[in-house]
């Protein structure tokens, strides 16, 4: 998948798994088409709700080739031709959009932050804040439902040591790529409340 359809999806991340419900033709069609494979269908489908599932789509298709966002797209017509049509008239002011407002302004954290790799210190003060929407922030930073179960299993007693071990597991996996605005952004598709950042970045 091209960058910038990458860059579309993302910036569109939030809006999509409030409008899509995937179950019923926009799967079923990935896999018709090739785009998803049989285990990630049933990885989508595993999951615990409706936005969730979008969530894991979304985080599943920058990697599954050139045809995906075009496939994608093709998905929508159906049932969803109005999600169809914001993504292709809105997506390049969209994405200018949220490139300007990603900064310092929306989130109170400095230019210079957003683009550094948070510590484990803030990681452990942000897993102290979190709760049960841990597990969405951690399949939206891109994390399997099997490395979500072993956080759970190998912490059984501390739901912040498994949110902890997860983000930890995170930054591992993707290195400098693990930015704090990388982050960010999925707390805000958790719907969580950005004064929580305060009490983190400091």
């Not at 926009?26 to 615990?48: A, C, D, H, K, N």
């Not at 948070?118 to 994390?143: F, H, I, K, M, Y």
């Amino acid at each position: 998948m091209d960058q910038k359809h990458k860059e579309i999806l993302r910036a569109n991340r939030l809006y999509l798994s409030e409008q899509l419900i995937v179950d019923d033709n926009i799967i079923p069609y990935l896999y018709q088409e090739g785009i998803l494979t049989e285990s990630q269908v049933e990885e989508i489908l595993s999951q615990s709700s409706n936005k969730n599932k979008t969530l894991r789509l979304l985080s599943i298709l920058p990697s599954r080739g050139p045809a995906a966002f075009s496939g994608f797209l093709s998905s929508l017509q159906k049932d969803f031709p109005w999600v169809r049509d914001h993504i292709l008239t809105g997506s390049q002011d969209h994405g200018h959009a949220a490139a300007d407002t990603e900064g310092s302004g929306q989130w109170g954290v400095s230019e210079h932050l957003l683009n550094t790799v948070p510590t484990n210190q803030q990681l452990n003060r942000l897993a102290s804040l979190l709760g049960p929407e841990w597990e969405t922030v951690l399949l939206d930073l891109g994390l399997s439902p099997g490395d979500l179960y072993r956080c759970r299993a190998d912490h059984p007693l501390s739901v912040q040591s498994q949110v902890l071990a997860g983000l930890v597991l995170w930054k591992q996996i993707q290195g400098r790529k693990a930015t704090v605005q990388c982050l960010l952004q999925s707390l805000q598709v958790a719907d969580l409340h950005l004064s929580l950042l305060n009490q983190v970045f400091i």
